[in-house]
């Protein structure tokens, strides 16, 4: 956890299955893992179809216009507006399973399938007594510059280690743990297979109305 940062001292812990091969092959190969990191880049790799796995944002105790999104009733509908008119026959004696009822609505556990992997960033790196940080730079930028914008990502800081950048968005809140797992789908759609070149990477500011890449391009404009 000190590689993140993150205000917490436990880290998250996950069991994974390992497959192919004899008992003791297996054995031999967590032996040979143990306590050893695992770059991402030798996991996924480019313009490759990932599946998404996490826990969604929780929005607490909500009715059924928010949680099903139910049509609200009329002006004059007596005792409430945002409810269920009739939740049932007078038989069967019970509220069935598919009519719309206020409770819990977010926190959910949730997968998101086919993600395609823009980009497999490296972290910060030193190499001959500087740090390099143009893990995000392009063709089309005049400086370099890293995948962090201008202040840190919102509610998160800095990005310092390997990453990837993703197509669409993914589950859950700032800093939520996410489980990324291998396509299970043959994948034969052409946006699947096809390679992606990126041309540009917006890093300007997310706190206000951004208008430079990076800090040299705003100390030379200043």
């Given amino acids: 956890m000190r590689l ?16 192919g091969g004899t008992v003791a092959e297996k054995v031999d190969w967590a032996r040979e893992k143990l306590e050893q990191q695992v770059p991402v880049s030798t ?4 313009d490759e179809m990932i599946d998404v796995i996490g826990v969604t944002k929780g929005k607490g105790y909500k009715g059924v216009t928010s949680r099903w999104h139910t049509k609200k009733l009329p002006r004059k ?4 507006l945002r ?29 998101e399938i086919n993600k ?3 980009k497999i960033g490296q972290g910060y790196q030193i190499k001959d007594g500087k740090l390099i940080k143009n893990n995000a730079s392009t063709d089309y930028d005049l400086s370099d510059k890293s995948i962090n914008p201008l ?11 390997d990453f990837i950048m993703l197509k669409g968005c993914v589950v859950g809140t700032k800093k939520r743990v996410l489980t990324l797992r291998k396509s299970l789908l043959v994948q034969t759609k052409r946006r699947a297979l096809e390679k992606i070149d990126l041309k540009f990477i917006d890093t300007t500011s997310k706190f206000g109305h951004g208008r430079f890449q990076t800090a040299e391009e705003k100390k030379a404009f200043m």
């Fill in 43 to 46: 996991v996924f790799g480019q």
């Fill in 151 to 161: 202040g840190g990502f919102v509610h998160y800081g800095e990005v310092t280690n």
């Fill in 116 to 118: 395609k992997i823009y």
């Fill in 4 to 19: 993140l940062p993150l205000r917490q001292k436990k880290s998250h812990l996950m069991e994974i299955q390992v497959n």
């Fill in 77 to 80: 509908t007596h005792r409430g």
């Fill in 83 to 111: 409810k269920v008119a009739c939740i049932g026959a007078w038989h069967p004696a019970r509220v069935a399973f598919s009519v719309a009822r206020a409770g819990q609505k977010g926190y959910h556990h949730r997968t």
